[in-house]
């Protein structure tokens, strides 16, 4: 038996096919390790944090004014 004949049976495909199954194992558990960084914005909102919470972060990063967080703050409570 010829050493190629490995090659021409077929076999070419597992060492592909082993590659895919590393790299769809592989990808998932590193973006699961790294890929959870908190100070991007769109993760804030995924914190599950009451309007409240939201309003009142706001207002400590001084991106409303002490009115608007009262005005706010009431129309939330109603």
Known sequence: MRSDF???GGMW???????????AVVA????SIFGRNKK???NR???NNS?????KER????EISKD???QMKKDILN
């Open 13 to 23: 495909i597992f060492p592909i096919l082993m590659f895919v199954v590393v790299f």
């Open 28 to 31: 998932p558990v590193l973006s």
């Open 40 to 42: 991007l914005p769109c």
């Open 59 to 62: 207002y400590a990063k001084g």
């Open 6 to 8: 490995f090659w021409m």
């Open 51 to 55: 309007p409240l919470d939201i309003l």
């Open 68 to 70: 608007e967080f009262d």
């Open 45 to 47: 909102f995924h914190d």
